[in-house]
Structures are given as C-alpha cells and as structure tokens.
C-alpha cells in the first residue's frame, strides 16, 4: 500500500518531535489523508504481519457496545489489556459511545442504528455521522486509565473519533477521522 509508506516516509522526512503523555515522545505530523475505493479491494496492509482476527472481533466488539475486555480476550485479542482494570472494565470507550450515547433525559442513543437507518430512509442527509468524542467522559491525563475506570471515565480517549457517510449516485463513501495514531502500530489496524 503505497499511501501508507509514503505516510511513513512523510512522517520521518517532515515530522517533528513533541513530547506525549507516556513521556516517550513522538515525531508528528498533522492532517495527513488517504483515499481507497473499496471497488478495488479492501485496503488491509501487506507489508506488515497483521492479525485480521483482531482487527475484525476489535470491530465487533465495539458494535455490540461492550467495554469490558472478556469477550475479546475470549476471542484471542488482548490489545486492550494494559488499559483495563483488573475486572477488565475500560469505561465508556468507543462501544458505549457509539452504541449508548448518553441523552439529556437519561436515556441513551444509538448512533449505529442511526447512521444505518439514515442510509436506508434518507441517503441525501448530509448527517450520516456517529462519533464518540464525549468531552464528558474523556479521561483526566494526571490519572492512570485504571483510576479514570473507576473515576467514571474513559480509559484512553478515542483514536479514530468521527465516522462520516456520503451517499451519490448509488455509491457509499465515508470518511474517517484519527485524531491521533500510532502510523507503524496502530494504523494499519484502524
């Protein structure tokens, strides 16, 4: 995949050093995008070993809104591990969010269902989007994620953060946008 080494190449040709919150730092770049038309393939990284396995039960867990590690460690996937608490809780991440937006009258909304209800109803809306950016629940930086868990909040705040659909002339597009990413680790994965 051609856009990712360049994306690699970019980073160490024009990034600069900034500190981050591991304390380990980083060469960033800002702003960067890809393209891929799904018509001619899926776009899955072969210069790299991935593990498929875990990149589609990561997806799957996401949509059925649960936050606790069990189920993906049931299914051989133990990325999240580090995060979580003992009990495997990681607080209300990207499933929560995506599937249980909290409302103003303590219910809760499910933006998956939205986004598939829009594209079956009304494709012309220019709101097919679901995010889980909830200032809300974002996690203190001062805190572990295990003590943000029990504090209530997110264990990591979220990586790719806003899902937008675009539906013309009988073809899907969607946009994704990485508020931050690991380009060598974890972007092939998202």
Not at 104 to 127: A, E, F, H, M
Request: with cysteine; net charge negative; charged share 20%.
């Amino acid at each position: 995949m051609k856009q990712y080494l360049d994306l690699l190449q970019d980073i160490l040709d024009n990034g600069v050093e900034k500190g981050d919150r591991t304390g380990t730092g980083t060469i960033s770049v800002f702003g960067r995008q890809f393209r891929h038309d799904l018509a001619d393939g899926f776009p899955l990284l072969t210069t790299k070993k991935l593990h498929f396995k875990s990149i589609a039960n990561e997806l799957i867990w996401f949509l059925s809104g649960d936050t606790n590690t069990r189920w993906l460690k049931d299914n051989g996937v133990s990325i999240w591990d580090e995060w979580a608490t003992d009990e495997g809780e990681l607080g209300p991440i990207y499933g929560a969010q995506w599937t249980a937006w909290p409302t103003r009258d303590g219910g809760s909304v499910n933006q998956i269902d939205y986004v598939v209800d829009t594209l079956r109803n009304n494709p012309d809306s220019r709101r097919i989007l679901f995010h889980g950016w909830n200032v809300e629940y974002l996690p203190d930086e001062g805190m572990s994620p295990q003590d943000n868990v029990r504090a209530g909040r997110m264990a990591l705040p979220p990586c790719h953060l806003l899902y937008q659909f675009y539906v013309a002339g009988g073809r899907l597009s969607a946009q994704l946008l990485i508020r931050s990413s690991d380009s060598f680790l974890g972007l092939p994965y998202n």
